[in-house]
């Protein structure tokens, strides 16, 4: 089994930077990919950020060039930098990875609880 635990979300203002953080643990053979989603009241959830094993980086339109995801592949972390944050990036922000769990395993997909991000003014 593993576990993914998201921490840093909170309240902040427009404008403002916040950093959100998501450890992974538990039987991991292979961690192939980690992503950042969000899911704002009322709407689907989009994804925000993806970082592959190899550290390939992918960002939806709407946070690239303000939000850098990155990772720490021996502490099995990934990071979330938000700058330049706005009202409408306000979401519960969910991380997930793509991992094997095994050798000859399959890969499997796992979420974390998720975390509150809060812009105001």
């Known amino acids: 089994q593993v576990q993914l635990v998201e921490s840093g979300g909170g309240l902040v203002q427009i404008g403002g930077s916040l950093t959100l953080s998501c450890a992974a643990s538990g039987s991991i053979f292979g961690l192939i990919a980690m992503d950042w989603y969000r899911q704002a009241p009322g709407k689907e959830r989009e994804l925000v950020a993806t970082?592959?094993?190899?550290?390939?980086?992918n960002y939806a339109g709407s946070v690239k060039g303000r939000f850098t995801i990155s990772r720490d592949t021996a502490k099995n972390t990934m990071y979330l930098q938000m700058n330049s944050l706005k009202a409408e990036d306000t979401a519960v922000y969910y991380c997930d990875a793509m991992v094997r769990p095994g050798w000859g395993q399959p890969i499997r997909q796992y979420w974390g609880q998720g975390t509150q991000v809060t812009v105001s003014s």
């Open positions: 970082i592959t094993s190899g550290g390939g980086t």
